[in-house]
């Protein structure tokens, strides 16, 4: 039982303003990728327009790692949000005057993933000194709650470019969410202390200054063996994700073997998807409400490891109604493996260098899921979607063994922490 109330002031202002900017997130992803394919109508134009989006994911976390810490992280999370607001809403106007082309869509796609890329740091590292003491777990059970809850809003989006035949008012709803959720942003009040403890400048300027902090936060992560493991474990889950992109063109090749069924098979697709997302709802409430014993955090997330990948790598060979039920553990064992991961990491490393493990981690993360994406679409010029799948992740199992498994004394020494 902990001692400490969960819902402060700053961890309610936080949530609801995660929440907010969410909403926007899933609104923005939705809206734009339809007006790309009204513009262009090509499958390749649009991809091209997610790898654009994609490219600055790796990149920015990186180099924003350094100075998110030695700056103000709160004011970095709400000046970004008000950036993507401004964005949002200059997007609005030149889609309603007519001069909305594919070229303006590709660098607002760069500028949205620049955005994004700095943002996840920056909130990734601010996000634990809201978490009053011994409230971790149940606080990231409360902010993996908030995806699947914000996802809920696409068939809104859906319906209203449905009825007006313009994306346009989900523009305009994006930089309205941006803006309220940059407002409630800024009421935080927690008093940021990780720039203090900032190696001093010893003369140096901006650009030596930074390829010297570049460089601690790198020997900190090469030092920190469990810390290596978990991230190298995460990045290989993300290439993996790119196979899973398969799934609906799988389900579209092959809807002959759903035809008993009364919907199309890309419909049924989103159907049997959307368990996961309901999944991750009640897992996230699980969390909340039993607490895991520290001693028992490694080996939970040892055995939700495994049964994630076996179970990525049978779906699609099972009938439906299993692959739902499939889907749904899937969501459930997420949210488990995100709450002890996430918690423990943030808890472990050292505020004055957490963003700048934090900006790697995102880094290994978005360049193994564009290096996945890639050799997925390659692949499946040649083999099945369903065998890639299968073999992507029966392949991921194996980094169970190699990295967590093999590095279990240092994994656990993360894991294994009393965070109260």
Same mark, same amino acid.
């Given at each position: 039982?902990?001692?400490?109330?969960?819902?402060?002031?700053?961890?309610?202002?936080?949530?609801?303003?995660?929440?907010?900017?969410?909403?926007?997130?899933?609104?923005?992803?939705?809206?734009?990728?339809?007006?790309?394919?009204?513009?262009?109508?090509?499958?390749?134009?649009?991809?091209?327009?997610?790898?654009?989006?994609?490219?600055?994911?790796?990149?920015?976390?990186?180099?924003?790692?350094?100075?998110?810490?030695?700056?103000?992280?709160?004011?970095?999370?709400?000046?970004?949000?008000?950036?993507?607001?401004?964005?949002?809403?200059?997007?609005?106007?030149?889609?309603?005057?007519?001069?909305?082309?594919? &070229?303006?869509?590709?660098?607002?796609?760069?500028?949205?993933?620049?955005?994004?890329?700095?943002?996840?740091?920056?909130?990734? +590292?601010?996000?634990?000194?809201?978490?009053?003491?011994?409230?971790?777990?149940?606080?990231?059970?409360?902010? +993996?709650?908030?995806?699947?809850?914000?996802?809920?809003?696409?068939?809104? !989006?859906?319906?209203?470019?449905?009825?007006?035949? +313009?994306?346009?008012?989900?523009?305009? !709803?994006?930089?309205?969410?941006?803006?309220?959720?940059?407002?409630?942003?800024?009421?935080?009040?927690?008093? #940021?202390?990780?720039?203090?403890?900032?190696?001093?400048?010893?003369?140096? $300027?901006?650009?030596?200054?930074?390829?010297?902090?570049?460089?601690?936060?790198?020997?900190?992560?090469?030092? #920190?063996?469990?810390?290596?493991?978990?991230?190298?474990?995460?990045?290989?889950?993300?290439?993996? $994700?790119?196979?899973?992109?398969?799934?609906?063109?799988?389900?579209?090749?092959?809807?002959?073997?759903?035809?008993?069924?009364?919907?199309?098979?890309?419909?049924?697709?989103?159907?049997?998807?959307?368990?996961?997302?309901?999944?991750?709802?009640? $897992?996230?409430?699980?969390?909340?409400?039993?607490?895991?014993?520290?001693?028992?955090?490694?080996?939970?997330?040892?055995?939700?490891?495994?049964?994630?990948?076996?179970?990525?790598?049978?779906?699609?060979?099972?009938?439906?109604?299993?692959?739902? &039920?499939?889907?749904?553990?899937?969501?459930?064992?997420?949210?488990?493996?995100?709450?002890?991961?996430?918690?423990?990491?943030? &808890?472990?490393?050292?505020?004055?260098?957490?963003?700048?493990?934090?900006?790697?981690?995102?880094?290994?993360?978005?360049?193994?899921?564009?290096?996945?994406?890639?050799?997925? $679409?390659?692949? !499946?010029?040649?083999?099945? #979607?369903? #065998?890639?799948?299968?073999?992507?992740?029966?392949?991921?199992?194996?980094?169970?063994?190699?990295?967590?498994?093999?590095?279990?004394?240092?994994?656990?020494?993360?894991?294994?922490?009393?965070?109260?």
């Amino acid at each position: 039982m902990t001692q400490n109330k969960l819902w402060t002031y700053d961890f309610t202002v936080i949530t609801i303003g995660s929440f907010i900017s969410m909403v926007g997130s899933t609104l923005a992803s939705f809206s734009i990728s339809l007006v790309v394919l009204d513009y262009t109508g090509s499958t390749f134009l649009y991809m091209l327009f997610h790898v654009c989006y994609q490219l600055p994911m790796v990149v920015m976390p990186l180099l924003a790692g350094p100075y998110l810490d030695r700056m103000s992280r709160k004011k970095m999370i709400y000046t970004l949000d008000y950036a993507s607001a401004g964005l949002f809403a200059l997007m609005y106007l030149l889609l309603q005057s007519g001069w909305m082309n594919y &070229a303006l869509l590709l660098c607002g796609s760069v500028a949205l993933g620049a955005i994004n890329g700095v943002y996840t740091v920056a909130y990734d +590292s601010f996000y634990p000194n809201l978490i009053s003491p011994g409230n971790a777990q149940r606080a990231y059970s409360v902010s +993996s709650m908030l995806w699947p809850i914000a996802a809920m809003t696409t068939p809104v !989006a859906a319906a209203i470019y449905d009825l007006l035949g +313009s994306a346009g008012p989900v523009f305009a !709803a994006n930089a309205a969410c941006f803006f309220a959720a940059a407002c409630f942003e800024r009421r935080i009040r927690h008093q #940021e202390t990780h720039m203090d403890h900032a190696p001093p400048a010893n003369g140096l $300027g901006t650009l030596r200054r930074f390829r010297r902090d570049f460089r601690e936060g790198m020997t900190y992560i090469r030092g #920190e063996r469990g810390l290596l493991m978990i991230a190298l474990y995460f990045s290989v889950i993300s290439f993996c $994700g790119g196979a899973d992109s398969l799934r609906l063109p799988y389900f579209r090749a092959n809807a002959g073997l759903y035809a008993a069924w009364p919907v199309a098979a890309v419909t049924l697709y989103a159907i049997v998807s959307n368990f996961d997302v309901v999944g991750r709802l009640i $897992g996230g409430a699980i969390q909340y409400r039993v607490r895991i014993p520290a001693r028992r955090k490694f080996a939970i997330a040892l055995a939700v490891y495994a049964a994630t990948n076996l179970l990525g790598a049978g779906m699609l060979y099972l009938p439906i109604p299993l692959m739902a &039920a499939a889907c749904f553990v899937n969501g459930v064992l997420g949210v488990t493996s995100y709450t002890i991961r996430t918690a423990a990491t943030q &808890a472990y490393v050292p505020d004055k260098v957490r963003a700048r493990f934090n900006g790697t981690f995102q880094m290994l993360n978005s360049l193994g899921g564009i290096a996945g994406g890639l050799a997925a $679409g390659a692949l !499946a010029e040649f083999f099945p #979607e369903r #065998e890639i799948i299968l073999a992507a992740f029966l392949g991921a199992l194996g980094t169970v063994y190699l990295f967590i498994y093999r590095g279990r004394e240092d994994v656990k020494r993360i894991y294994n922490r009393d965070m109260a």
